[in-house]
């Protein structure tokens, strides 16, 4: 089994920082990405971030310029630097990995539980 598990949600004024983290264990293999999804209230979950094992980012446009993916492979863990925050970006943030569990496994998406993020204006 893998297990993700969020940190690093809160409550911040317009303009303020949040740092996300998104650490994986158990049958880890290899971690090929990880991204980032949220879920506002009465909207659909949207992709936000991802990055690649070597480091290639993407971000939705709506985040671009304010938002920062990264990973740290030798803990399994995830990042999202959220800076310059808007009361838009108030939402249930969510980790993603696609997950190997060993030498012979396919990749498969693993999710975290989420983490409000709620900004206040």
């Known amino acids: 089994q893998v297990q993700l598990v969020e940190s690093g949600g809160g409550l911040v004024q317009a303009g303020g920082s949040l740092r996300l983290s998104c650490t994986a264990s158990?049958?880890?293999?290899?971690?090929?990405?990880m991204g980032w999804h949220r879920q506002a209230p009465g909207k659909q979950r949207e992709l936000v971030a991802t990055?690649?094992?070597?480091?290639?980012?993407d971000y939705a446009d709506s985040v671009k310029g304010r938002f920062t993916i990264s990973r740290d492979n030798a803990k399994n863990t995830g990042f999202l630097q959220m800076n310059s925050l808007k009361p838009e970006d108030t939402a249930v943030y969510y980790c993603?990995?696609?997950?190997?569990?060993?030498?012979?496994?396919?990749?498969?998406?693993?999710w975290g539980q989420g983490t409000q993020v709620t900004v206040s204006s």
């Open positions: 158990g049958n880890i293999f290899r971690i090929n990405s």
């Open positions: 993603n990995a696609r997950v190997a569990r060993s030498v012979l496994d396919r990749y498969s998406d693993y």
């Open positions: 990055i690649t094992r070597d480091g290639n980012t």
